[in-house]
């Protein structure tokens, strides 16, 4: 059994090579692997909390072997290893096969014979799939612990992309989510510039695929070629996920930020004019150590100018070994609340106009679930996990998940099942979703 705290991809191919059959439920388990996220202190303790909720299973289910792995375990194993006595092994984030080899091991089991990258399993739901295209991060910003997890940015070769995503597209996956650390970056380390664009204009030949989003674009490499090619080619959506983390110029030196206030408010009006249907995503922090009251109305200025359709907020987290955990004037943690409140409550009034402006507009969307009369989705509008969900009530027979109902319309009218509005708040992140729309017409 695989848990995986913040959705990551997990090494479930590796495992499957050898005597292991893969459950979802845990209690049915005898090896039980959590893959762990260490990059904020929120992170850190879902995913503590998830190895002692895991552990629970050594006594009242069939576990006999518990593993950590991933970021957690990768940069505290010494610690994990005297505070938590009931992780059985703990594995880093590098070699997959040999975590399999191990395991296999430890658990008496044949060694897989399947050498060098392995089958995936998906772990979401069998049409919509995570692409990682990198590994790493090279922009050594000043709060950030990836680079000393993960180290230096590595490129997954764009034929091993091309070919990942083909097996996706040929098991039934639609909608594929491009990720890395930094995905604008992509192919610098290989190519000698950035080849991200190049890439998705391939992965759009990739016969099946329906929706293809980008996420976890670095700002400064963002330029109207990418926007341009997002408006164009009919299965890449107008969907751009920009964090800017602030927006003061003294903020961003001292984050090692590179691009300007400028450079951002001038990508995100080219967004907004190429399409009117664009989605403009970003997070920022709140709090970050020298922070005054003046540079943060700044940052809260300039998101009411330039409205983000989606945008989460974080208050910063003093990460130990970065040079912003020894920076001078670190801010009061209800400070830092105070602010990030004030972010989110001022982005529930944006997100509402949003939705607004979309009430009356026909989408297509993909089905999620189906609860009784009514379904759950989302349009291209709606990345999986971290935006929110499209419900409606269908007419005639209930459409099975994954599939497009290409005639979901937005009414205003209350009475009429029309579109009311509310807002999920999921830890820090608020974000908003839709929660009725009118009946899902036949396609």
């Not at 992509?186 to 391939?202: A, F, I, N, T, V």
């Not at 003294?250 to 206030?261: E, K, P, Q, W």
């Not at 967004?271 to 922090?285: E, G």
């Not at 670190?330 to 009430?359: G, Y």
Request: with cysteine; proline share 7%; net charge negative.
């Amino acid at each position: 059994m695989l848990q995986k705290p913040g959705g990551q991809r997990i090494y479930s191919g590796s495992l499957d090579q050898s005597s292991f059959t893969i459950t979802a439920d845990p209690k049915e388990a005898e090896v039980i692997l959590v893959n762990t996220c260490g990059f904020i202190d929120p992170a850190k303790e879902e995913s503590i909390n998830t190895i002692l909720e895991m552990a629970a299973y050594k006594e009242t289910g069939c576990c006999k072997l518990l593993v950590g792995t991933g970021c957690l375990t990768q940069r505290y194993e010494k610690e994990l290893r005297e505070e938590l006595p009931e992780l059985d092994l703990l594995w880093g984030v590098k070699d997959p096969q040999g975590l399999a080899r191990k395991v296999a091991e430890m658990a008496g089991l044949p060694q897989p014979q399947t050498p060098g990258c392995c089958p995936r399993i998906l772990t979401t739901p069998r049409y919509s799939a995570y692409l990682r295209i990198a590994d790493g991060c090279d922009n050594r910003c000043a709060y950030c612990a990836i680079p000393l997890i993960r180290g230096p940015r590595k490129s997954v070769p764009m034929e091993d992309v091309l070919a990942e995503a083909r097996r996706l597209a040929e098991g039934g996956v639609v909608e594929l989510t491009v990720i890395a650390q930094d995905t604008s970056a992509y192919g610098s380390d290989l190519y000698g510039k950035p080849m991200l664009r190049e890439l998705l204009l391939e992965l759009c030949k990739v016969p099946g695929l329906h929706w293809i989003r980008v996420l976890y674009t670095y700002p400064n490499t963002v330029d109207t070629d990418l926007i341009d090619a997002m408006v164009r080619e009919p299965k890449l959506v107008p969907y751009l996920d920009m964090p800017i983390q602030h927006i003061a110029p003294d903020i961003l030196r001292r984050m090692n930020r590179h691009g300007t206030a400028a450079h951002i408010r001038e990508m995100a009006a080219y967004a907004r004019n190429a399409s009117p249907d664009f989605i403009l995503r970003t997070t920022v922090i709140t709090g970050f150590p020298g922070e005054t009251e003046e540079e943060f109305d700044q940052l809260a200025e300039f998101l009411q100018a330039n409205p983000f359709d989606r945008l989460g907020a974080f208050a910063y987290s003093q990460e130990e070994n970065t040079p912003a955990a020894q920076m001078p004037d670190q801010i009061p943690d209800a400070v830092k609340a105070e602010r990030l409140d004030r972010i989110m409550t001022a982005q529930q009034a944006i997100s509402l106009v949003c939705n607004q402006i979309r009430v009356g507009r026909t989408y297509e969307v993909l089905v999620d679930k189906v609860q009784g009369d009514i379904c759950l989705g989302r349009s291209y509008g709606e990345a999986p996990e971290v935006d929110g969900c499209i419900r409606f009530y269908y007419q005639g027979r209930p459409p099975n998940p994954a599939r497009l109902c290409k005639s979901v319309s937005t009414r205003p009218d209350p009475m009429t099942y029309g579109a009311r509005w509310c807002f999920n708040k999921l830890q820090h992140c608020m974000e908003t979703c839709w929660k009725d729309v009118f009946p899902c017409l036949k396609t």
